[in-house]
């Protein structure tokens, strides 16, 4: 499927997504690979990324940013708190920011907005906090406008984001019980009036049930709208 010219993009599983901008940057999303089950194992050793977005600080979503980071000397945008726990970890590039705020990063224009969901990373037997949860707006060289909701349930204020940034693809979270479901990712869709979705955040374990099939039955009355159901390691260009 064309999604745009010039740009691919990666499932790795989860939450988890590699973009190759038009400007030829590597992006990535949630970077949670060798621990994540379903991350085929060619793509768990990340040797080239440019900026790494990191939604909130739980481990299946913070996952290998450090190492990547450390590796490739990518910019870690994230917030405030989250961003000031890595430098402690010896992440020197952190780009911090928060919901509402816009900033412009190895060519990039993100902009962070709400998430509802929880947020907090554990050490050594405690939870740190870590900000609060987010989800990304990308725009990309060419305008292209990517909304990644990081984990969420649907929230009234989507129509908002619909409205304002104008994503031309979303991903969202459909696998239940630490998420939303089909049936409000479905909500989700009208809220955001956006014509593509990639379905994310299910399958890895067995406890996250939501299935594209049951997000298609549950927004079939949608014109227009195309659900990208993409198996762990496909590219979409």
């Not at 990039?108 to 990304?136: K, L, N, W």
């Not at 984001?161 to 994503?167: K, Q, S, V």
Request: net charge negative.
């Amino acid at each position: 499927m064309n999604l745009n010219h010039d740009v691919s993009i990666t499932w790795l599983g989860h939450a988890a997504f590699r973009l190759r901008t038009p400007g030829g940057k590597e992006l990535l999303i949630d970077p949670w690979l060798t621990e994540n089950p379903s991350c085929p194992s060619e793509h768990k050793g990340v040797e080239k990324a440019d900026l790494i977005l990191v939604t909130h600080g739980h481990g299946d979503h913070l996952g290998d940013t450090i190492p990547i980071a450390q590796r490739t000397g990518a910019t870690v945008v994230g917030m405030p708190e989250l961003c000031y726990w890595l430098g402690g970890k010896g992440i020197q590039k952190a780009a911090p920011m928060n919901k509402g705020g816009s900033q412009v990063v190895e060519g990039i224009r993100v902009t962070m907005v709400h998430a509802d969901h929880s947020c907090g990373i554990m050490e050594d037997g405690q939870v740190i906090y870590a900000g609060e949860p987010v989800g990304f707006i990308i725009e990309l060289e060419n305008g292209f406008r990517i909304y990644h909701a990081g984990d969420t349930n649907v929230f009234g204020d989507m129509k908002i984001i619909g409205e304002l940034y104008r994503p031309d693809l979303a991903m969202i979270p459909i696998g239940d019980l630490y998420t939303m479901a089909p049936r409000e990712a479905a909500y989700a869709c009208r809220l955001l009036d956006c014509k593509k979705i990639i379905p994310m955040h299910y399958s890895t374990f067995p406890v996250l049930t939501g299935t594209p099939q049951v997000l298609r039955q549950e927004t079939a009355a949608i014109e227009g709208l195309q659900i990208l159901e993409m198996k762990p390691g496909e590219t979409l260009k």
